[in-house]
């Protein structure tokens, strides 16, 4: 702090300049500040959301997996991003994303935004002539969003939990391709917020039986009491996108939410 001074200044200068004088909706310096990361977060869950009920977007149908799996990666990587960009294309045909009921649009592909099996579903999407919504997530090795998402329902994120909550909230199903860290990370949360009744019975279809059964011992967890025999029925199979369409079916999807229904009312948070 400057010490006062006996002779007046000769212009306010230094006040202008001062940076308690910027507007606090203008100063980046304080928003970005620790004590406004409770704003930051409320920031990210209201610029999404605001964006999504100006498209009218009531449900969506999530698809997770692997970064990697890229159309060229030949072997199963390459057959699964196949299968993603059919189902992105299966879903938005039958499931109602081409068409507005009663105002709204349900059933719209969502996927994390980036490459692999996320630019596949997008891409189905996009194929078939419906939109899609990309969640990316700022990264240390930045993510960019592939070229499918529908630009204007394409997001970034800084927190992960708002950027789930986002997933979570309007999803009609979850459909989970083989991935990594990130995937295993995605699916168990959804799966948790099921188990504990903290969001709406939808379907959640695992892709690629083999693959899953490889890596995580869902029998085991039952055998060792860690899960309920009952908990494996939280999800399902399926090894194609013809598959995983039926199991959308038997699961629900197709019957629309009501048109008065708020989205927010129906999902986690």
Do not use: C
């Not at 990361?37 to 999504?52: H, P, Q, T």
């Not at 030949?74 to 960009?85: L, M, T």
């Not at 997933?167 to 948790?192: K, Q």
Request: no cysteine; net charge negative; aromatic share 8%.
């Amino acid at each position: 702090m400057d010490s006062p001074s006996k002779s007046p200044p000769s212009d306010n200068a230094a006040q202008l300049a001062s940076p308690s004088y910027r507007l606090p909706a203008l100063d980046t310096d304080f928003l970005l500040g620790d004590s406004m990361r409770g704003v930051r977060f409320l920031l990210e869950y209201a610029k999404a959301e605001e964006v999504l009920r100006a498209h009218h977007i009531r449900s969506t149908i999530v698809v997770f997996g692997s970064a990697r799996s890229a159309e060229n990666a030949g072997g199963n990587r390459g057959r699964w991003y196949a299968e993603a960009r059919a189902v992105g294309r299966i879903v938005s045909e039958r499931g109602g994303a081409l068409q507005n009921h009663s105002g709204f649009r349900d059933n719209v592909i969502a996927t994390g935004g980036g490459p692999g099996i996320m630019e596949a579903a997008n891409r189905g999407a996009r194929e078939a002539g419906a939109p899609s919504i990309g969640f990316n997530i700022t990264l240390p090795h930045e993510q960019e969003p592939n070229a499918w998402t529908t630009p204007d329902l394409t997001f970034r994120f800084h927190y992960f939990a708002m950027r789930k909550m986002h997933l979570a909230m309007r999803a009609n199903a979850l459909i989970v391709f083989p991935g990594g860290f990130g995937t295993f990370d995605e699916l168990f949360e959804l799966v948790t917020l099921r188990q504990t009744g903290k969001a709406p019975p939808i379907p959640i279809v695992l892709v690629d039986r083999a693959y899953w059964d490889r890596v995580v011992g869902f029998e085991t967890l039952v055998e060792e009491g860690m899960i309920g025999r009952q908990d494996l029925d939280l999800f399902a199979y399926a090894d194609n996108a013809e598959g995983v369409w039926d199991e959308l079916v038997a699961g629900g999807v197709g019957r629309h939410r009501g048109e008065h229904d708020d989205p927010l009312a129906a999902g986690p948070g």
